[in-house]
């Protein structure tokens, strides 16, 4: 991840998924856009050409921050965060969890010059129709995203693969209920606290096909 906050990723490292898969399928290596800018003062952004408010992360300081971490042989996805980008949906994540390396630029400011877009990475992706102020809160969510799909990321009876499969077939999960089983009037459905593992099965599989329904 390449990002002008990289402390700001330290609490997603220390919990689940990441922290189940970090030093076995997962290796996260953060680096700092300054640390790499070979313009004085630790500049990493501009004005934008034609004039207009805010700055633009500079074409030359990511470029010099890839090739110092890559030596110029990237080969690998690189993946600019950017409301602009394709919007990430799951079909994309399972893309970039199978992926043997995967690197995520993020910005601040205005955004990315172009050129990073069209030249430097691979894909540009947004994880939404708005905007944010940086481009860290969408590469947690994509890390996360991509972490949780990867060996030992989830507790085995958390069920998160089933409901993952279910997501992925393009249908959403079914409700989860848990005690107690009656409050303020509010109730279990019967069905769930009926002991008839089939009849539950079959009220599960009718709740995700109704919310999925168009
Ligand atoms: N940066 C700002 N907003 C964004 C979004 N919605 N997706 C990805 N990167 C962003």
Do not use: K
Not at 114 to 126: F, G, P
Not at 127 to 135: D, E, Q, T
Not at 142 to 152: E, K, S
């Amino acid at each position: 991840v390449f990002t002008l906050l990289p402390h700001a990723f330290a609490w997603l490292t220390e919990r689940r998924p990441l922290a189940a898969v970090l030093g076995t399928e997962l290796e996260l290596r953060l680096f700092n856009y300054r640390d790499f800018t070979p313009l004085a003062g630790g500049q990493v952004d501009d004005e934008p050409y034609g004039g207009g408010a805010g700055m633009v992360l500079r074409v030359d300081v990511v470029c010099a921050a890839l090739e110092a971490v890559y030596g110029g042989h990237a080969g690998r996805r690189i993946v600019a965060l950017t409301p602009q980008g394709q919007q990430l949906e799951q079909e994309l994540v399972e893309e970039l969890a199978g992926e043997e390396a995967l690197t995520i630029l993020s910005a601040r400011f205005e955004g990315f010059d172009e050129r990073i877009l069209e030249h430097a990475a691979t894909d540009a992706v947004s994880i939404g129709p708005y905007v944010l102020s940086g481009g860290e809160l969408p590469a947690m969510v994509l890390l996360d995203a991509v972490a949780r799909r990867l060996p030992g990321a989830m507790r085995e009876e958390s069920g998160a693969y089933e409901t993952f499969s279910a997501a992925f077939e393009g249908g959403l999960e079914h409700p989860h209920y848990t005690r107690p089983a009656e409050f303020r009037g509010w109730r279990v459905p019967d069905v769930l606290l009926s002991g008839n593992h089939a009849a539950v099965e079959e009220w599960r599989r009718s709740q995700r096909r109704a919310r999925s329904l168009p």
